[in-house]
């Protein structure tokens, strides 16, 4: 029985064809990790733009270019059948233009703020993100469609990119940046009523007991990567899925870096790891 793909057209998917996720590194884990539970039987392709990182300080025009460029060439060599940009900052930036250029649904990554506005009691909610995701103007509609009447209090926190990429090589974390996170969002006006948090990159919640260690009790730490994970299952609803090999990592780095990520990536069912 064929599918009906989001054009309304009858379409019918290859089972083997693989799920694409891309982040510009292990944040895209975060998204993985709960679409494995939803869809265990998934292939799953987790491209990991290692030479484009970090997104978060590059131009709106650098990231955009990058993304759609990028995510066109893969899937024109690993024909998915969904793609799933896994980076907050490439889809506050790029994703209508990538869903212009791609002939598959793409799923995009955007802070969980209606959750936060639904959560929150104190009604102040702080952000974290890159420098490139809490200047979006996405981010400015989502606050003014969701969050109404509350307090957003924004933080570009770069500096937490680095430590979560070291965690799942296996190396010790630096409390520094994740204690001037913390403290930077603490200092802003109405800052210490802050009670919910939105992890506004995908690298984030890897340091999820380290960032809840520092806000310390009474602040809930919420991010897409639940909602992201339903959003695609039910895209694929109806879906065969059929994983013919292992599921394997691609990067645009240099192998011998990504390599130190075996364990962390084998956890997540990717056991091969190939440069693209
Ligand atoms: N994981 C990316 C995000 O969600 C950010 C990492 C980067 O700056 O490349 O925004």
Redesign the pocket.
């Known amino acids: 029985m064929p599918d009906i793909g989001s054009t309304g057209w009858r379409v019918s998917v290859d089972p083997t064809s693989p799920i694409l996720i891309l982040?510009?590194g292990v944040?895209g884990l975060t998204v993985l990790g709960e679409l494995r539970k939803l869809l265990p039987e998934a292939p799953v392709i987790f491209a990991a733009d290692q030479a484009g990182?970090?997104?978060?300080e590059k131009t709106e025009a650098e990231v955009a270019a990058r993304v759609a460029g990028l995510l066109g060439r893969m899937s024109e060599r690993y024909r998915p059948r969904l793609a799933c940009i896994a980076?907050?900052?490439a889809s506050t930036i790029a994703l209508d233009m990538v869903r212009d250029v791609l002939e598959i649904p793409v799923v995009g990554?955007v802070p969980a703020i209606k959750p936060a506005a639904a959560m929150t009691k104190t009604g102040v909610i702080g952000l974290l993100?890159?420098k490139g995701?809490i200047r979006q103007p996405y981010v400015d509609r989502l606050e003014a469609k969701f969050a109404e009447g509350k307090t957003l209090l924004r933080h570009g926190a770069?500096e937490l990119?680095d430590p979560a990429e070291a965690k799942l090589r296996g190396r010790p974390v630096d409390p520094a940046p994740i204690r001037a996170a913390v403290q930077a969002l603490r200092g802003m006006p109405r800052g210490d009523e802050i009670d919910t948090v939105v992890l506004a990159?995908?690298?984030f919640p890897l340091l999820h007991e380290e960032l809840a260690a520092e806000f310390g009790p009474g602040v809930t730490l919420i991010d897409g990567s639940q909602g992201i994970a339903r959003r695609i299952a039910s895209l694929l609803e109806g879906q065969k899925l059929e994983r013919r090999e292992p599921d394997f990592a691609v990067t645009t780095g240099p192998l011998d870096d990504f390599k130190k990520l075996a364990p962390a990536l084998a956890e997540y069912g990717l056991e091969r790891l190939v440069r693209f």
Do not use: Q, S
């Open positions: 982040d510009t944040g990182l970090p997104y978060g980076c907050n900052t990554t993100g890159t995701t770069p990119v990159c995908t690298h």
